[in-house]
């Protein structure tokens, strides 16, 4: 709460920065946190704060800041496009939000929002949206990108199947039966797709757009977030992933793992390449929950929070001690312990 400020230029509403320590500015996939985290005590806070992207969304492509200061944008970068599975979580914990008055107003940018991917980041037009550096998977130095830029990323695709089911949900519950149709089509031919050209019969990988060549010995948590989609998975692909997340060293006594620990390129202290960090966290354990593995979820979930008892709310931790590394006290590893 300490994080939470007034209304001062570009910030036109109360809104809770990042960090008052190093990174003391809104960060788009930050506030999806901040939202969901008060989406059960406060929704018109949780609300009023995801609209806060809508209103500073860029009216021409789309695009949504990265980053806003209340007297500069950053447009660098696209950041995880979680917003629709952010709405679905706020409205999962309260049902408030999901009201017709706030699903008709965030109807429309969060459109926008996700034709922005096939319209501006699709290079060869082959229907799987790319990255054009992994900042803007939000897992800046991940592995995964280590081939070169531009990726086709699977946990991009998954995003966008994600955020194309919630606007079938919601153009269906505003009367746009026709837009429900064809969001619901959209996400179905991504999926398939994605499947077929990320999938390997053993694991998903994020391929250069150029000549389809990808890391392999990237072992990146980046590539398990296709997990974000729960049942919407083959049940036989889940498998798969989860069985290899409890078995290969990535789940260590603290948690998840940015990259295996096991792996050659794994680095104590780095960012994306070691730490456990909290959204992977929280999105990969609402997953494993929705494809029922309870229990494994739960113990995602129950090594996090003891932790972040024990250490603090680091930006990330060292998966081995538990220490808080980086920025010291962050709101979005609070808020994840909250929901957790």
Known sequence: WSCIVNPRGLIDRPMMLSSKNHMHALWTWDTWFFSIATSYKMPEYAWNAAMFHAKHQDAATGLIPNLTTDVNYMWGFGYPCIWGWAIRKMIEHNPSIGSDGNLKMIYEPLCKAT??????????????????????SGMDNSTAGDIGMSVEAPDL????????????SIASKIGKADEAKRWKQRSDVLLDKMLKELWTGKKFVAKRTDDNKYNEKSQSILLYMPLILGSRLPAEVSKIMIDDLKTNGMFT???????????????????????????PTYIIASGIWECGDITFAKEIAKRYCDNCVKNGFGENFDPFTGASLKDKSLPWTAAIFLIL
């Open 253 to 279: 006594k603290i948690g998840l793992c940015s990259e295996n620990p096991n792996g050659s390129l794994y680095t104590e202290d780095s960012y994306w390449r070691g730490p456990v960090w909290s959204p």
């Open 115 to 136: 034709e922005f991917w096939f319209t501006y980041q699709d290079d060869d037009k082959d229907g799987l949206p790319q990255y054009d550096h992994t900042n803007d």
């Open 157 to 168: 695709a998954a995003y966008l199947v994600v955020q194309m089911d919630v606007l079938a």
